[in-house]
């Protein structure tokens, strides 16, 4: 078993969702972050103007006041069977990619136990 997470764009949170839904894992976990990459802030500002995620009218005054500002994003997590790892990450990758700077990271990490509450399953039935 598996745990993916994956740093996301705002906008793409729900064609994210009803992808892997579509691949058999509806259940997922999603939480607002605030990040950056290596990328210089105003590049990346400049990027999110146009793709219309940060809106205008407060971006001038905080890339003023601030050098390195955080930029709001998704972070999903979800839990995977080994055999599905590639397929999930493929899909996050294809709903994701737009080429550009901040399209997001996926981090695959080892998951030894799962046990859901109300039944006592365990492993991958418990996802």
């Known amino acids: 078993m598996k745990e993916i997470m994956a ?3 705002m ?6 969702k009803e992808a892997i839904a579509k691949e058999g894992y509806p259940g997922i976990t999603c939480r607002r972050v605030f990040g950056r990459g ?15 995620e940060v809106e205008v009218c407060h971006i001038l005054g905080e890339t003023l006041s601030e050098n390195h500002r955080l930029l709001p994003k998704r972070l999903i997590t979800l839990m995977v069977k080994d055999a599905d790892v590639s397929r999930i990450v493929e899909t996050i990758i294809d709903v994701n990619q737009t080429g550009n700077f901040g399209d997001g990271k ?5 998951l030894d136990e799962v046990i859901r509450i109300r039944t006592g399953e365990l492993g991958e039935e418990a996802i």
């Open 7 to 9: 740093i996301i764009r």
């Open 11 to 16: 906008n793409m949170v729900n064609r994210t």
């Open 38 to 52: 290596k990328k210089k802030l105003e590049d990346t500002l400049t990027e999110e103007i146009l793709q219309g």
């Open 106 to 110: 996926i981090f695959v990490l080892p």
